[in-house]
């Protein structure tokens, strides 16, 4: 029997839904499962649309996943790689682990397939997996090799001593250029695929300094576009994104949280998707203690869309 247990961000998910996600495997498959008792929630039988709670575990009795259907994707490049760990650079469009729609096309199946070593403690189809980048940013991603370096960069990343860069193409010009934005960030109360500032959210904090800003001609208007060097203090899922919609500069070319200046400012800059690429990583060994740090380059739909908008890319992080 495998036993997975539902993460914090998934509370209140269909049952089905997340067991899917989990196992890796289709929602038919699932389903069946589910209706034959071989998967359940805290070892009992429990209805397919029954909402979830954080926690929550979710029992395998079925057979082992399925050959894959399609062939693993590409391994990405390596940023830094030894025994313990690695730091790869994610590619735009790759999802980092199963979930409903991909359950043999991932981050965790490329790595996989070109054999690198991936830690267990990750729970089955997120081996490895120390904190993940959405499916359409870019860049530079920790994975760990071993349960040791699996523990302790968990614990870091909760302690806050792994520091993430991202840049982003944002819309408008921020009123202070460098700031500090503290916005709890919970589930949306009507759509439950994005999540919103609230109350009763979950801590968040993200650091942002504005690198330039430029003028570009959004459909007859005089839109300014800012490119922002960002540093995450806590990873809520969609922080980013979230955070700079609320304070009324969505990520350009956003569909999640853009709004139509973030759209027509991506049309002109013919940016494909959100334009949040993560920048840098640094952060100590958690074997050897040795201070590692990796810049993932900017990708070509990003850097062609900066260009577009007359902006320039620093030498050094900004901080």
């Not at 969609?238 to 304070?247: D, F, L, N, T």
């Amino acid at each position: 029997m495998t036993v997975h247990r539902v993460p914090d961000d998934a509370a209140g998910e269909r049952f089905d839904v997340i067991a899917a996600a989990l196992t890796g495997w289709s929602r038919a498959r699932v389903a069946q499962a589910i209706d034959e008792g071989s998967v359940t929630l805290d070892g009992q039988l429990a209805r397919r649309s029954m909402k979830v709670a954080a926690g929550q575990s979710v029992e395998v009795r079925a057979v082992e996943k399925a050959p894959a259907a399609r062939p693993a994707p590409p391994a990405p490049d390596e940023l830094y790689r030894d025994e313990h760990l690695l730091v790869v650079d994610k590619p735009v469009g790759l999802v980092v682990h199963p979930g409903v729609g991909h359950s043999d096309d991932t981050l965790v199946d490329a790595l996989r397939a070109a054999g690198v070593p991936l830690a267990s403690a990750g729970g089955a189809g997120r081996e490895g997996i120390v904190h993940r980048l959405d499916r359409d940013t870019s860049g530079a991603m920790l994975v760990a090799s071993s349960n040791e370096a699996h523990a302790a960069l968990v614990a870091a990343i909760g302690e806050r001593r792994v520091e993430r860069r991202y840049l982003a193409l944002v819309v408008g010009e921020p009123r202070d250029h460098r700031g500090r934005i503290e916005g709890p960030i919970g589930r949306h109360s009507v759509d439950r695929t994005r999540y919103a500032v609230r109350a009763d959210g979950k801590p968040a904090v993200t650091r942002y300094c504005v690198i330039a800003t430029a003028s570009v001609d959004a459909d007859g208007n005089d839109m300014p576009v800012s490119l922002l060097a960002l540093q995450l203090e806590t990873g809520r899922t969609h922080q980013i994104r979230v955070h700079m919609s609320a304070m009324g500069h969505p990520v350009v070319a956003d569909p999640l949280y853009g709004d139509v200046r973030s759209r027509s400012v991506g049309s002109r800059l013919q940016m494909p998707r959100c334009a949040l690429h993560a920048w840098q990583l640094a952060f100590d060994h958690p074997i050897v203690g040795a201070r590692i740090s990796v810049t993932a380059p900017i990708p070509d739909d990003l850097g062609s869309s900066i260009s577009r908008a007359g902006l320039e890319l620093p030498a050094t992080p900004a901080r």
